[in-house]
């Protein structure tokens, strides 16, 4: 199999990050919940994951470091438990279904009203629309970092001024580059980055949480366990105890620290520099085939590993299909969880194939991929 | 049980701050484990940092150049 779809979960994880589950599922307990050495070592992992995270995207400190399930937990978290009756907030057309939906809800509740950034059909924002659609009430922006779809990235040092400039909170969704492209949340001026443990970062599915920047304070969205304060009625307002409540998923987190220490010892950088050559090569080999159509914005390569294309009018659903059946190519169809995105190139209704690149793909893959879309395009 | 000797106990508001404060002290040799918060501080659970007590002074300056928040220091007989 040649598996192309790491914008949706990597495939492929460094021998470090399998050690260090077999390790934790072998010899971890309760991370927080005593002081023999059985629980020592797990929060002793815990933390550690914590220092690393906060190292790797320049947070405060491990202590604002919160893990959750995955992004759109941490998302869920930090828009529910941000925002208040009346406030305006800004997202983008980029947006994930993680981001968009649980606004909507607060839209529908009549809790927030909404304002979205439109985006080009190369699904490039409107960077004048932030400033133009600034209101008084609003409280804050809330956007990806690239787009899951065309592999566009946001320009948050532009974004993240504007943001300080109005005194707005930034959310910030790092799904896609959190591990795979650098991240700095004092330079980009982050209130709150949310990031899921299982794509860029390497570790397991069912990892995930979120950085604090240090003045920022979210109502909690549940409250029970924390091993500390026990007699107290209120769960624990210090970070990041605050937040976390219940067992956390010790082992996942073993996993993700050895994944983002992976991470820190190869460079960011340079893990972006190595995906990228593979998309860039995958894309010059795609892009000029009769009836292929590429989407986002090629024009330069600070971007994320994906390229998204179809092939004629062919459902991406088929043409996806076709890949794996007769190739042994695990791509993405659909709609990617991007509704806003999709209506914005015009692949609504066909959909999109999305092609995503990892550290653990070469270019013999992509050659691969680059003679099997020839293939099918010429069966068009 | 154990014969019963004073020691120094250092408290924190977080596991968080506990576990920083025994990778840090791990890191410049000083003294001390992670115990259960005695109950003469507080019932209930949590980790609480147990040295000998002529270490205090010594801890004291470490936690302050550390930026370590601790949430109280006691002298105990455990």
Not at chain 1, 207 to 222: E, H, N, Q, S, Y
Not at chain 1, 309 to 318: C, E, M, T, V
Not at chain 2, 54 to 63: I, P, R, S
């Amino acid at each position: 199999m040649i598996y192309l779809d790491n914008a949706a979960t990597t495939l492929k994880k460094p021998d470090c990050v399998v050690a260090a589950v077999t390790e934790a599922l072998c010899n971890m307990g309760n991370s927080s919940r005593g002081t023999h050495d059985s629980s020592l070592k797990s929060a002793r992992a815990v933390f550690a994951a914590r220092s690393s995270l906060a190292k790797l995207f320049n947070a405060p400190g491990p202590e604002q470091v919160v893990f959750t399930q995955n992004s759109t937990e941490a998302l869920n978290m930090a828009l529910c438990g941000l925002f208040c009756k009346g406030d305006h907030v800004i997202t983008t057309a980029l947006e994930h279904n993680s981001v968009l939906r649980p606004l909507y809800r607060l839209e529908d509740e009549g809790v927030i009203s909404l304002s979205v950034v439109p985006a080009d059909r190369q699904g490039r924002p409107d960077y004048d629309a932030f400033s133009r659609l600034i209101r008084p009430e609003t409280r804050a922006i809330v956007c990806t970092h690239a787009s899951n779809l065309t592999g566009n990235v946001m320009d948050l040092e532009r974004v993240g001024a504007i943001a300080k400039s109005h005194g707005l909170l930034l959310v910030v969704d790092a799904s896609q580059t959190a591990g795979a492209y650098p991240i700095d949340m004092k330079r980009m001026n982050i209130s709150v980055l949310c990031f899921t443990g299982h794509k860029g970062l390497m570790g397991p599915q069912g990892t995930g949480g979120m950085c604090l920047a240090r003045d920022v304070r979210i109502r909690p969205f549940k409250v029970g366990g924390s091993g500390v304060q026990s007699y107290s009625r209120a769960h624990p307002a210090e970070m990041p105890t605050r937040l976390e409540a219940g067992t956390l998923n010790g082992h996942g987190i073993a996993g993700l620290g050895a994944g983002v220490d992976y991470i820190l010892e190869k460079g960011v950088d340079a893990i972006h520099a190595y995906e990228i050559a593979l998309a860039k090569h995958f894309y010059e080999g795609v892009r000029d085939i009769p009836g292929v159509t590429v989407y986002g914005d090629f024009t330069n390569w600070n971007r994320t590993a994906v390229v998204t294309l179809n092939i004629g009018d062919y459902d991406s659903g088929a043409v996806s299909d076709a890949l794996w059946e007769d190739f042994g190519i695990a791509t993405r169809p659909g709609a990617h969880c991007a509704p806003l995105m999709h209506h914005a190139l015009g692949t609504a209704e066909q959909g999109a194939v999305r092609f995503s690149f990892a550290l653990f793909n070469t270019l013999d893959e992509a050659d691969a991929a680059i003679a099997a879309v020839k293939e099918l395009a010429q069966c068009d | 049980m154990r014969l019963k000797k004073p020691r120094l106990i250092v408290t924190f508001h977080t596991t968080t701050a506990a576990m920083g404060m025994e990778i840090a002290c791990s890191r410049a040799g000083l003294p001390g484990r992670l115990i259960p918060v005695p109950r003469e501080i507080t019932a209930g659970c949590g980790m609480a940092w147990c040295a000998p007590p002529e270490a205090q002074a010594d801890l004291e300056a470490f936690v302050t150049k550390e930026n370590i928040t601790t949430a109280g220091w006691y002298e105990l007989t455990l």
